[in-house]
Antibody
Framework: EVHVVESGGGLVQAGGSLRLSCAAS????????MSWVRQAPGKGLEWVAN????????YYVDSVKGRFTISRDNAKNSLYLQMNSLRAEDTAVYYC???????????WGQGTLVTVSS | QSVLTQPPSVSAAPGQKVTISCSGS????????VSWYQQLPGTAPKLLIY???KRPSGIPDRFSGSKSGTSATLGITGLQTGDEADYYC???????????FGTGTKVTAL
């Protein structure tokens, strides 16, 4: 059974940094793209970034370019999101999602809450 | 601001049918597969439809998807109170080189 579990969220001051982790199991992690999606309180879903199987391609939403970095460690079946220069508007629940062959986000974690205080 | 537009809310009596539209452009819906996601209150989103009209294992056939040109539609027949949730369309946008979600639609069983 596929499982993805996020961790690393918490309270951080504006301008600070945080690193999210996602532990994957139940599938061949090195064979799939992976994504991060966030949801601000009471708002809709916003895709944040994704990364190719071998890490050679990465894409980001404009609002996080230059501040966030997505990475993965296939040996550890883990996905990461390094978040720097955090802003109040980055406050959200961050979800890790396995990306299927056709681009759909087919398995999601339970999310981890990031709160940026100004 | 999302590039995919959905109605804010739809409702129907239990047992009836609802449809949710998702309007995009040639750079997203018009050229890639559309997915639909269901988010029950207080839970993580779940994949409902992929590749425009396919259902993952375990999703009942009361849920259906279709695509025409730059628009997509999610249909729910035999609406149940357990279907009350937020629904989002999603697809890759080739111009933005980013995955985009719709604005979201809240479904209510009256």
């Amino acid at each position: 059974e596929v499982h993805v579990v996020e961790s690393g969220g918490g309270l951080v001051q504006a301008g600070g940094s945080l690193r999210l982790s996602c532990a994957a199991s139940g599938f061949t992690f090195s064979s799939d793209w992976m994504s991060w999606v966030r949801q601000a309180p009471g708002k809709g879903l916003e895709w944040v970034a994704n990364i190719k199987q071998d890490g050679s391609e990465k894409y980001y939403v404009d609002s996080v370019k230059g501040r966030f970095t997505i990475s993965r460690d296939n040996a550890k079946n883990s996905l990461y999101l390094q978040m720097n220069s955090l802003r109040a508007e980055d406050t959200a629940v961050y979800y890790c999602a396995k990306t299927g062959q056709s681009g759909s986000l087919d398995y999601w974690g339970q999310g981890t809450l990031v709160t940026v205080s100004s | 601001q999302s590039v995919l537009t959905q109605p804010p809310s739809v409702s129907a009596a239990p047992g009836q049918k609802v449809t949710i539209s998702c309007s995009g452009s040639s750079s997203n819906i018009g050229s890639t597969y559309v997915s639909w996601y269901q988010q029950l209150p207080g839970t993580a989103p779940k994949l409902l439809i992929y590749e425009n009209n396919k259902r993952p294992s375990g999703i009942p056939d009361r849920f259906s998807g279709s695509k025409s040109g730059t628009s997509a539609t999610l249909g729910i027949t035999g609406l149940q109170t357990g279907d009350e949730a937020d629904y989002y369309c999603g697809t890759w946008d080739n111009s933005l080189s980013a995955y985009v979600f719709g604005t979201g639609t809240k479904v209510t069983a009256l």
